[in-house]
């Protein structure tokens, strides 16, 4: 048997993918937060995402007070929008989407824009939230999917090499790597 080691667990589930999560105010104006912590919770009979989200974050009490959220998949050529996007507060009155380069488009179901940059866009209505220890988890009812024409193969498929995801593990991020089969369920 090969040997295992116990190390510490910090976050233990890995690769996830990136988001860049857009909320609004009361008055509409806009911010980004990068997270991590981005997934599935029901799939297709409702389709509902949860994000994990600290409460000292101006996001929190955004997505909180709106009920809304749009989650926005970036590329890997974003990563510094990210790294931006994750390092800075709009409680401090920053606009994050000039700071760094970022284009709002009007999302067709909720205030919060969508990423125009990102090739994907999920508008999502607030449906629970839940103190989960040092986060707070929202669970979004997806009401609309945005994808980037260009992405999709005539079938229909999504090209995850032209998604070009950004992977996040413990201490690094990724892009994907070689397609191993396909699937359908
Ligand atoms: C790659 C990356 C992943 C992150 N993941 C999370 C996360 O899952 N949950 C969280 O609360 N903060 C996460 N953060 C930190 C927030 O993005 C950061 O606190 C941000 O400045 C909050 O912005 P806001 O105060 O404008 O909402 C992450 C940051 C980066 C760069």
């Known amino acids: 048997m090969v040997e295992k080691v116990q190390i510490q667990p910090r976050r233990p589930v890995y690769p996830t993918p990136v988001g860049l999560i857009t909320s609004v105010d009361s008055k509409g ?26 409460e000292a974050t101006y996001s929190h009490g955004l997505i909180k007070e709106q009920e809304e959220f749009v989650v926005n998949l970036p590329t890997a050529d974003l990563l510094d929008a990210v790294l931006g996007c994750g390092s ?3 409680r401090d ?14 999302a067709m179901q909720v205030k919060s824009p969508l990423i125009d940059e990102c090739p994907v866009n999920l508008e999502c ?8 220890g040092d986060h707070d988890l929202f669970i979004g009812n997806v009401v609309t999917q945005h994808i980037n024409k260009e992405m999709l193969s005539a079938q229909g498929d999504i090209d995850a ?25």
């Open 88 to 90: 800075c507060s709009g």
């Open 93 to 106: 009155g920053i606009d994050k989407f000039q700071k760094f380069g970022l284009t709002p488009r009007p």
């Open 29 to 54: 104006r806009p911010n980004i937060i990068a997270l991590g912590e981005v997934f599935n919770l029901s799939i297709v009979q409702p389709v509902w995402v949860g994000i994990s989200v600290r």
């Open 125 to 132: 209505k607030l449906v629970g939230f839940h103190h989960v």
């Open 161 to 185: 090499g032209k998604l070009d995801t950004i992977i996040m593990m413990p201490k690094s991020f990724w892009r994907m790597g070689d397609k191993l089969g396909t699937f359908r369920i």
